[in-house]
């Protein structure tokens, strides 16, 4: 019986390994060992207190101490937002005029208060049978800033089939579905924005797409194109947003805002291709041209923290009430200059991420993957989780982040359904990515 | 920019590309919240406290008499009986169908995620039974976005919740029987058990050996069905007895372990504890490491009921409910090979070839785990 011997092979080598060495000792020794290293590990977390405690509430001694700074001005300031407020409910234009007003508001001033400031003013018109496009399409904002996608094409279906020519509605329907990964759907309105004239935003559009599906090159090349006809104007008489003819085109030159958006996408597009340094130079040009925007911030630290450009990093996340996604890149950019050390900007991040569930919002899966992938000892525990949630994130959420976010994920758990996922979706829809195919690479060898 | 009717050009001026990029700019959309927080005693007494936002509270209650965009803490104590006249206005508590009272006792300062609150301990007197209720009218009108997430207390136990505009009401909702939660966790532990690979895995690697004595550096046949009967009960109990220990203590949360220190650490017991069959000469250790491994099995069975039970109400119910059906898993398991060992153990086979095969084979699939737990 050869299996027979095999056996009796092997359990005789194993027994004259424990009889010439101390190989028994080891394991009774390494098994107490390891009950020790469990019952220790006890005392390593008490149960954590709910996020939702807060600080410990205290009567101030000094009746001047100031309790807060009130970024909304004055009170008269105040009272008369009220007043427009009552108004606004009988009047759609003071509706529009006064929900664009507390969004812009809020946008630059970081108080997230008034987008629901500006979400009461449109509700009553909102429940309306016919709705005005301009308020449609501020509804609409708001929705896609709390990631209800989907609600917030409906509206702007509705205030596109109103008023066809609404660029902005068409501009932000285009967006959402970029954002979404639905490249096919947001190149009808790309086109109709460069047909119509807008012809800077419409190519920022189609390249946006064009980079999604296959053609990354080329959409480099057509935003290159872009600006270097903008930089062909002698900048002696070029002034933003004025309109110029360019190669007997009439081009809108772009406001700085604008500027910022094209800069972003073209490092999009540079990161995706590898080239880190070009990026780097766009972002750092982006974040000058629009710097209370998050968004060409948060992509500049995360190249800069790819760089290992640690200080660099921290000090262009230096801003004034920050968000959720300045929080986790803190975090990480902190854990990597002081390794071991927990970063402080993790129980903040970790307190602000337990309210927003505890709110029943699922608008932080980003970071909450991200977290989770970064901090796995601090996080929701295993891989596993980790994957679900930048999963659940992706199903939301198309851009470059979601998707290297979920290939990482994918990669780390060794899980086949979900690498069959996101092979799938890049072979359907042709996206490109250095840094996805090479995580998908390196868990193909592993 | 395109073709818009007149009135519309400011709105086109405040919708600037970066507000429609979607996505990023929900970075900073974190709209506000209020904390409730009500302890509604069985003698119908009540206390709690309402947490605002020094913005929120701004809008609604003048806070800067002086209007130089600071509220000073002089400021918010006049201001003090209009809060607590918002309060009682707006926030509602009913209990058995029948309002209770609120009084706002003092205004203290306090922060959250960063922000300055106003924290006002209130107290009040409702009906002595019947279901709880609260309905909020604060601050939802003039901001959509707002919500207030509330911890209620009862004698019957603890809520967590949140109101928002569309769903300014909460109802308590009458107690669920406590006899079906019950059963529902024994089932709940015994398929734990059942389809826990690691767990039968250890279960198998300490039975293997139940059926033999070690002597004189081999295993043998054990004399009579009582010596084996005597040696299964003694291991089993010391698993026993550790893991409901650890498992307790972890569910009630008096003390928390990561799944990743435990699964690793479950891996290893089952690759130690199936290698030691190899040796007969460490057979007295098997109920030390029937009862320290316990503990970390333990650990394992807190992971899996955390899973199953977020909410930390009638968690006594719970574990003990999920304890016993662990227990229950364990025996039909015990019942199941226990038999099949004493039958086999009057073959030379067993404990010289069978035994120690089987072992190994654990001893493997222990190894395996380890290495996808720890990699």
């Given amino acids: 019986m050869h299996v027979r011997r095999v056996i009796t092979g092997v359990i005789a080598a194993m027994r004259t390994i424990a009889a010439s060495t101390i190989a028994l000792p080891a394991l009774v020794a390494s098994a107490f060992a390891l009950s020790t290293l469990a019952v220790s590990a006890l005392a390593v977390s008490a149960a954590a207190a709910s996020a939702a405690e807060g600080a410990a509430p205290f009567r101030p001694i000094d009746p001047g101490f100031v309790v807060a700074e009130l970024p909304g001005g004055s009170p008269r300031a105040r009272d008369g937002s009220a007043r427009q407020f009552e108004l606004s409910r009988s009047d759609p234009q003071l509706a529009a005029q006064l929900a664009g007003t507390l969004l812009e508001q809020a946008r630059t001033s970081a108080q997230p208060q008034l987008y629901g400031r500006a979400e009461s003013v449109l509700a009553p018109w909102i429940a309306r049978p016919a709705v005005p496009a301009p308020l449609l399409i501020l509804e609409a904002n708001i929705l896609q800033q709390r990631h209800e996608f989907a609600a917030a094409i409906e509206l702007l279906d509705r205030a596109i089939a109103q008023n066809p020519r609404s660029g902005q509605a068409r501009l932000m329907r285009a967006n959402v579905r970029i954002v979404t990964g639905d490249y096919e759907h947001a190149r009808p309105d790309c086109a109709w924005l460069m047909g119509s004239g807008e012809q800077w935003t419409g190519s920022v559009c189609i390249a946006q797409v064009l980079g999604s599906t296959g053609q990354l090159e080329r959409a480099r090349a057509l935003l290159e194109r872009l600006m270097a006809g903008d930089a062909a104007v002698p900048s002696g008489q070029r002034q933003t947003g004025q309109r110029q003819t360019v190669q007997g085109q009439t081009v809108q030159g772009p406001t700085a805002e604008v500027l910022a958006w094209t800069l972003s996408v073209r490092a999009d597009l540079a990161l995706r291709a590898g080239a880190l340094p070009e990026a780097q130079d766009m972002l750092t040009r982006a974040v000058s041209l629009a710097p209370t925007s998050d968004y060409a911030r948060l992509a500049l630290v995360d190249v800069l923290i790819a760089g290992n450009r640690l200080a660099q990093a921290v000090s262009v996340l230096d801003t004034t009430r920050p968000s959720a996604g300045v929080l986790l890149r803190r975090s990480i950019a902190q854990s990597r200059t002081h390794a071991g050390r927990t970063p402080d900007s993790l129980a903040e991040l970790k307190e602000r991420l337990n309210v927003s569930a505890q709110r029943g919002e699922r608008t932080h899966l980003r970071e909450e993957a991200c977290l989770a992938l970064e901090f796995p000892q601090d996080g929701a525990g295993s891989r596993h989780a980790a994957l679900v949630l930048a999963r659940d994130n992706f199903s939301v959420q198309r851009e470059t982040e979601d998707i290297r976010l979920f290939a990482r994920a994918a990669v780390d758990a060794r899980d086949p359904d979900a690498l069959a996922t996101l092979k799938e979706w890049l072979r359907h829809s042709h996206y490109e990515d250095i840094v996805v195919d090479q995580l998908l690479r390196s868990g193909q060898s592993s | ?375």
């Fill in chain 2, 1 to 375: 920019m395109t073709r818009i009717p007149g009135w519309f050009t400011y709105v086109g001026a405040a919708l600037c590309v970066f507000c429609i990029l979607g996505a990023p700019v929900a970075e900073s959309h974190e709209s506000s919240t209020s904390y409730l927080k009500l302890d509604a005693r069985a003698d119908g007494s009540l206390d709690g406290s309402l947490d605002v936002g020094v913005l929120d509270l701004s809008w609604s209650v003048p806070l800067d008499a002086d209007g130089d965009g600071r509220v000073l803490w002089r400021e918010v104590e006049a201001a003090q009986p209009a809060i607590a006249g918002l309060v009682a206005d707006r926030l509602i508590v009913e209990r058995g169908g029948r309002h209770c009272t609120i009084h706002v006792t003092d205004v203290l300062v306090t922060r959250h995620v960063g922000e300055p609150y106003l924290s006002l301990p209130f107290v009040g007197r409702c009906e002595a039974l019947g279901l709880l209720g609260i309905r909020s009218d604060l601050f939802f009108n003039e901001d959509s976005g707002h919500r207030t997430l509330f911890d209620v207390r009862t004698a019957t136990g603890s809520v967590a919740g949140f109101l928002m505009v569309s769903a300014r009401e909460w109802k308590q909702s009458p107690a669920p029987n406590p006899w079906a939660t019950f059963a529902a966790f024994v089932v709940q532990g015994i398929w734990h058990v059942w389809t826990g690979y690691d767990h039968l895995a250890f279960l198998l690697s300490l039975l293997l050996p139940c059926a033999l004595t070690a002597g004189r550096g081999a295993w043998r046949p054990a004399e009579g069905l009582k010596v084996v009967l005597r040696d299964l009960l003694r291991i089993i109990t010391a698993f026993t007895v550790a893991h409901s220990i650890t498992l307790g203590l972890a569910a009630l949360q008096v003390v928390s372990v990561s799944a990743r220190i435990i699964e690793p650490l479950i891996a290893a017991t089952i690759v130690i504890a199936a290698l030691l069959n190899l040796f007969p000469k460490a057979a007295p250790l098997r109920l030390p490491l029937a009862f320290s491994f316990g503990l970390i099995h333990g650990f394992g069975f807190a992971l899996a009921l955390s899973e199953l039970a977020p909410v930390r109400g009638q968690i006594a119910a719970l574990l003990a409910g999920f304890n016993i059906g662990v227990e229950l898993a364990q025996l039909s398991v015990v019942l199941l090979v226990a038999p099949v060992l004493v039958l086999l153990r009057q073959s030379a086979v067993y404990a010289t070839r069978l035994m120690p095969a089987a072992s190994m084979a654990v001893a493997a699939a222990g190894f395996i785990w380890l290495g996808a737990r720890l990699g």
